[in-house]
């Protein structure tokens, strides 16, 4: 009786130190994930696979600074901000911040610098779109308070300068204006087209 005894403390001992690895192998793979993927809250947002924050049209070139007008567009292609501006150099550079979230990728604009003028200190495109804390390239007719929240909290994410640290932040392709007036094209619309199921941006000259 004692044996049988024995026999079945041992094997409770053995299922609660099984079902103990297991809970901690649960929070460690959780911990793993909230670290490799943004909390962003826990009901679903619907983003369109396929939207075009920005469009820049390059003006002219000359005495190695680039003139262009940029245009910020909101989820339905309404223009929400228009800048013209120039910047010294021969290439042309805009870096996206590109944040994961639950229900695809957010892609906020970040800084446009060139050949000459490094990222570091480079023109600042967030504030140009940035209203209270909320993105307007991220606007459409309705937006309800889930909406409006995953995508606050995705553009706070994005300005954290920790997570920029911890390498959660990505970047999308940048348009290079290879030297030269004549070898790009000048007053069509480079289109940056971003795609929030695979996180990837596309540059489309139109």
């Keep these: ?3 049988r005894r024995g026999s079945l403390f041992l094997f409770i001992l053995v299922l609660v130190i099984l079902l103990i ?3 901690l192998g649960q929070d460690i793979i959780l911990g793993f994930l909230k670290k490799s993927n943004i909390d962003m809250g826990k009901k679903i947002v619907e983003l369109k696979e396929e939207i ?3 469009k820049i049209k390059i003006t002219s070139i000359e005495n190695d600074v680039i003139y262009y007008t940029m245009r910020f ?3 339905e292609d309404t223009l929400v901000k228009t800048v013209e501006d120039s910047i010294t150099g021969q290439y042309l550079f805009i870096d996206f911040i590109i944040i994961k979230g639950k229900d695809g990728y ?3 604009p970040n800084i446009v610098y060139s050949d000459i003028i490094p990222s570091a200190i480079g023109k600042d495109l967030i504030h140009l779109y940035n209203e209270g804390g909320f993105p307007l390239i991220y606007l ?3 937006m309800d308070k889930n909406y409006i929240d995953y995508i606050k909290k995705g553009f706070a994410y994005s300005l954290d300068a920790d997570l920029q640290k911890d390498g959660v932040h990505g970047f999308g392709n940048s348009l290079h204006l290879i030297g030269g007036i004549q070898k790009i094209h ?3 619309y480079y289109f940056y087209t971003c795609h929030t199921k695979k ?8």
């Design 1 to 3: 009786m004692s044996k």
């Design 21 to 23: 690895a297991v809970f």
């Design 52 to 54: 075009i924050p920005l």
């Design 73 to 75: 567009y909101d989820t």
């Design 106 to 108: 957010l892609f906020f």
């Design 140 to 142: 459409k007719s309705k």
């Design 186 to 188: 000048l007053n069509y």
């Design 199 to 206: 996180g990837g941006v596309e540059v489309i000259l139109k």
